[in-house]
């Protein structure tokens, strides 16, 4: 499927490369040989994405004469594309209706996914991704919708985190060491150095996914935990994460929840909708497998008096001991 697509963009690659060849004497340099054969492609784009142009408007978009844009027209269609001018108060110049849409062998949803896909890399700020975006939706002539905007800093943050993502990206990417400062769940803050393999979404909390060189061992870090970091020049040799059991040991139990309804917006926001049940008080009752630690004690108390633990019952007693240590230190 993909190999037709390909070998349909090579062919065009091909002419438009031969047309500029034998244009070489006309051109003065090299560098105005590959000028030219890159605006070549961006014209094609560009029709493909508005439908018509006027020379003149092409000229300003390109930053070239009139003339240079006949010139090019000229080469275009040389190299087989179906390219034509109409005058007339209408006029303008196009490409035939459906060109390389009706070539193509992707479905019309399988190109709509792929635009998807590129969508929300580009909404990442990928400028790469951004513009192959705007190029495969001129090929596959759909309108690339901007639905997606990603934000990955905290309110108030002001783009701190963002930067913090874009740079464990790249060091995951180009396979680079990355020294971090970072605070674990314990309340311990450590200099680390790790060997980054994945950026991972889950429970709406991005992580990084890690070989840590001080632990010896795979481990998995909150980005919003991660104080400060440092991509180093030394590099390594990319292996993949195990699963997630046969690195943590932790053991998950069921925890079951009680919560009033004036707590949904919270309880939705972090529980998915399978996980609840609703009673006809209108009480929501919460099943969940969860890790038993020192964080899921304070995750359970920041829900204050709004929650009522059903199971296990041992969990009533530390959590009530808890508060009773923070009733202490507040209390004067």
């Known amino acids: 499927m ?10 065009i690659i091909i002419n438009l490369d031969i047309v500029c060849q ?3 004497a006309i051109l003065l340099s090299k560098e105005e040989l590959t000028m030219q054969e890159s605006r070549l492609f961006k014209i094609v784009y560009y029709l493909l994405d508005k439908g018509q142009a006027t020379a003149p408007e092409l000229a300003k978009k390109f930053e070239v004469s009139v003339r240079t844009i006949y010139r090019d027209i000229d080469a275009l269609s040389g190299a087989g594309i179906p390219i034509y001018a109409e005058v007339g108060r209408n006029g303008g110049i196009h490409l035939m209706n459906d060109f390389i849409l009706d070539k193509a062998v992707l479905s019309e949803e399988e190109k709509q996914e792929i635009l998807t896909a590129l969508q929300s890399m580009g909404a990442t700020k990928n400028i790469s991704s951004r ?3 705007q190029k495969l939706s001129a090929i596959f002539n759909l309108s690339s919708e901007d639905w997606l905007e990603v934000d990955f800093s905290r309110w108030g943050n002001k783009g701190t985190d963002n930067e913090k993502f874009k740079l464990l990206k790249s060091a995951v990417i ?3 060491c990355v020294k971090i400062t970072y605070a674990n769940s314990y309340g311990t803050t450590s200099k680390r150095i790790v060997q980054p393999l994945k950026m991972s979404y889950k429970s709406m909390s991005w992580y990084l996914k890690a070989y840590c060189t001080k632990k010896q061992d795979y481990r998995i870090f909150k980005l919003t935990r991660i104080i400060d970091l440092e991509v180093l020049t030394d590099g390594f040799c990319k292996s993949s994460f195990p699963e997630l059991d046969e690195t943590t040991g932790q053991v998950y139990n069921t925890i079951v929840l009680r919560f009033p309804e004036n707590m949904s917006y919270r309880v939705y926001d972090e529980f998915d909708k399978t996980q609840v049940s609703k009673m006809e008080n209108g009480d929501l009752i919460v099943s969940v497998e969860m890790p038993e630690d020192e964080w899921l004690i304070g995750y359970l108390l920041s829900f204050g008096t709004q929650i009522d633990i059903i199971e296990p019952a041992y969990l009533k007693d530390i959590v009530a001991e808890q508060a009773k240590i923070i009733y202490e230190k507040y209390k004067s």
């Open 174 to 176: 180009h396979q680079k």
């Open 2 to 11: 993909f190999a037709q697509l390909i070998f349909v963009v090579r062919k």
């Open 131 to 133: 513009q192959t975006l």
């Open 22 to 24: 034998d244009m070489g």
